[in-house]
Each structure stands twice: as structure tokens, then as C-alpha cells.
């Protein structure tokens, strides 16, 4: 019997040193007892042995910053329809999406064994989405020099009624550009190059897609005080966080002298790093109320990508040659690409809850609350659009920005 009893104490000692396991709580199994309010005029103490919380909700998460679906701020001289030119300018910007709402849901569960347990924390759920149907957009882009005598790959030959038997001679020199006065194709060794002009891009079509989503886990280590302030429990926490915010802007076009043209561009900024929280709670009769701060030394390994074609139905034989029309790009030639760039940035974060829990029963209650969530440091993917042609490209001094979350939650809580 004493070579028993010797046994079961050392079993004891090493269940004592397991750090993911409560070894000093009975869970009795009956958590749907009613509950009992009274305390004998004692604070209630915090809760002990396992728990599990379930939250639900809308999540609000704001848009990108404002910036123009094209070369930001980019103007450029092309031709007018009705002859000569005019100035042409972006007509839309990211200011068309809303801090529209994704709905999400959070689970933690974990244990309390005395005065100290752990916490394991995983957000997901669905992106928000948001999906554009546009006309007659007009965009501008960077044209770098790359044709003969310096034209660039938006420039062509016009003729300002495609009927008539006309070419405007626009450098005034009295040679046409590529057709003679009676409309017959010059040699093509004779083409007045001066007489080139800068085309327009104006879609007639575009649809623009913005897809957002979060998710992330988190292992806490925690620290629960005895009852002070009128029956209030602290808990500190501490430990690591990861969580993923990812990006995709999409863009597809028709119409226009760049017929059938897309580019997609997706931004994946994964952050990790060390966490402190803080959580206050007091309970009063059947109600406890809450609040918890976090804050997340993070760093973000951010990823972006794009990949994409312009002008695809542009015929490449065709390119500075007698057989382009007027009035297209007389080199331009389609163009597919594959883009990607990866950076790191520090990108500190930090959440608020607030909740208020009615107790069912002895272990069961249910809850509701807000939350919200503010991050800096994140990578935008309509904002990484570098617009120059061909091969458009991803912007690398725009990719530090901030984003705020918040939502109204609605769950429950077991044993917490």
C-alpha cells in the first residue's frame, strides 16, 4: 500500500508540471444547473477549469484610401473627336467602394486553473465583397516613348471623319500622315510621324471587383486576479497572434482602343508577432459586464501579385504596318504579364471589446457586444497598381496604410 500511495504522488507531481492541462479542477459535467446567484456576501470568484465562446456578426471594415483608377493625378493631351485635342483626365477612383460589411465569427476556448490557464483565439469567416459595373471610363495611363521617332503606344494616325477621304495633316506641314488628300495609304516609307497623336482609353465597359477578408489564431497565456474593485476580476494576457488580411482588386474592360483588357492585382499581408491583453469583468446577479484591450507588436510579411493583358484584341501582325486603321494604336501590341513583389513592414495593431453576458444557467450565458480592430501597416491592392504601359507594374510607396474594423457581435459563452 505505501508503494501505491508512493506511485500516485509522483503521477500527481508530473500532471502538475503540464502546462496545457487543468489538474487541480472537477469538471462535474453540469453546466446546465440552475443558476444560483447568491454569493454569502462573498465577491464571485472567477470561473475555473475549461471554457468556450462562440460570436457572430457584421463586420465593417473600411475602404481603401481614395486614389485614381489610373496614373494618380495624370493628365494627357489626345485627340478630340471633332478634331484637335483635348485634355483627357481619370474619371473614377477608389472613393466608389463603401466600408461595406463581412460577416465573421470568432471562437476562444481554453482553461483556468487557479490563477493562471490558457487562451486560444481563432477569427474567420466571409469577405466583403464588393462588385462594380461601369461605362464609359476613361483612364489614363503613363506612356513611355517606345515607337519610331519617340511614339508612344497609345499614339496613331487620325483622321477626323473616318468617312471622308481626309487625314489630318496636324503638324500644319502640308504632308498628311498617312493618307493623301484624295485618301489613298501613302508609302509607308513616306508616313509623316509628327502627324501622330495620342489616343484616348475610354472604356466602354469596365466591371471593378474589391474582395477583403480577415482571419487569424492567437495563444494566450493568462492571469486572473482575485476579486478587487467591488467584485471586478482582472485578467493580463500575454503571448503570440497571426493574422491575415487579404486584398484583391480586380479590373476587366471592353470597348475602346485597348479592347479586352484586365489586370488583377491581390495583396496578402500576413502579420505575427508578440500580444498583450488586458480583460476587466464584473459580475452582478445573472449579468456580467466586460472589456478588453489588445495591443500586437506586429510585422507584416506582405506578398502582392498581379497578373493581367491589355489589348488583347488587337490584332499583333498589324502592329506599324499599312494594314493598322487609323485612329487605333499604330504599334501597340497586346501584352500579357505576371507582376510580384514582397516586402516587410512594422505593422502594430490593436483591438477593443466591450460585451454584456445574461447567465442562463450556472455555466451557459449568453452574450453581445462590440468589437473593433485598428491596424496599420497594411498593403492595399487598388492602391499598388503601378498604370504605365504595357505591363502596368505594383507601386512600391503605397503600400503602408491603415485599416479599422468593427462590428456588433452576438453569441455565447460556456463556463467563462
Request: net charge negative; no cysteine; glycine share 10%.
Amino acid at each position: 500500500m505505501l508503494f501505491l500511495a508512493s506511485a500516485a504522488d509522483a503521477q500527481q507531481a508530473n500532471l502538475q508540471n503540464t502546462p496545457f492541462h487543468p489538474v487541480e479542477v472537477d469538471q462535474d459535467m453540469q453546466s446546465f444547473e440552475r443558476f444560483d446567484p447568491s454569493t454569502f456576501g462573498e465577491p464571485t470568484p472567477a470561473k475555473q477549469g475549461y471554457f468556450f465562446s462562440y460570436e457572430r456578426g457584421d463586420m465593417f471594415i473600411t475602404r481603401p484610401k481614395r486614389v485614381d483608377i489610373g496614373k494618380e493625378g495624370l493628365t494627357a493631351p489626345v485627340a478630340s473627336p471633332g478634331g484637335g485635342t483635348r485634355t483627357a483626365r481619370n474619371s473614377l477612383n477608389t472613393g466608389l467602394f463603401t466600408a461595406d460589411d463581412a460577416y465573421f465569427k470568432r471562437i476562444e476556448f481554453g482553461f483556468v486553473d487557479g490563477r493562471d490557464g490558457w487562451l486560444v483565439g481563432i477569427l474567420g469567416g466571409q469577405p466583403q465583397d464588393q462588385i462594380m459595373d461601369l461605362t464609359n471610363v476613361e483612364i489614363v495611363f503613363e506612356d513611355p516613348a517606345t515607337g519610331p521617332l519617340g511614339a508612344g503606344h497609345l499614339d496613331g494616325f487620325i483622321k477626323v471623319n473616318p468617312g471622308s477621304a481626309t487625314d489630318d495633316d496636324l503638324d500644319g506641314d502640308g504632308t498628311f500622315g498617312r493618307y493623301d488628300n484624295a485618301g489613298n495609304l501613302l508609302n509607308q516609307a513616306a508616313y509623316d510621324f509628327d502627324d501622330l497623336l495620342r489616343l484616348p482609353v475610354l472604356f466602354s465597359t469596365m466591371k471593378v471587383r474589391n474582395k477583403s477578408y480577415i482571419d487569424g489564431v492567437e495563444l494566450m497565456r493568462l492571469f486572473v486576479s482575485r476579486p478587487v474593485l467591488h467584485g471586478s476580476i482582472l485578467e493580463l494576457q500575454y503571448g503570440v497572434r497571426f493574422f491575415k488580411f487579404r486584398d484583391r482588386f480586380n479590373v476587366s474592360t471592353t470597348g475602346g482602343i485597348l479592347d479586352e483588357s484586365f489586370w488583377n492585382t491581390l495583396a496578402d499581408n500576413h502579420v505575427v508577432g508578440p500580444q498583450i491583453a488586458m480583460k476587466w469583468y464584473k459580475r452582478s446577479e445573472r449579468w456580467t459586464l466586460s472589456a478588453e484591450g489588445r495591443f500586437l507588436a506586429g510585422f507584416n510579411s506582405q506578398s502582392l501579385s498581379q497578373r493581367g493583358e491589355i489589348g488583347s484584341n488587337i490584332d499583333p501582325l498589324t502592329a506599324g504596318t499599312a494594314l493598322r486603321p487609323a485612329n487605333t494604336p499604330a504599334f501597340f501590341e497586346p501584352v500579357s504579364f505576371n507582376n510580384v513583389w514582397s516586402t516587410t513592414e512594422w505593422a502594430p495593431s490593436t483591438d477593443l471589446r466591450v460585451n454584456v453576458n445574461y447567465h442562463l444557467t450556472r455555466d451557459v450565458s449568453l452574450k453581445v457586444g462590440w468589437t473593433g480592430m485598428y491596424s496599420w501597416g497594411i498593403a492595399r491592392a487598388s492602391n499598388a497598381v503601378e498604370y504605365t504601359l504595357p505591363t502596368l507594374g505594383i507601386r512600391r510607396d503605397n503600400n503602408r496604410e491603415s485599416f479599422l474594423t468593427n462590428a456588433v457581435t452576438f453569441g455565447f459563452e460556456w463556463n467563462r
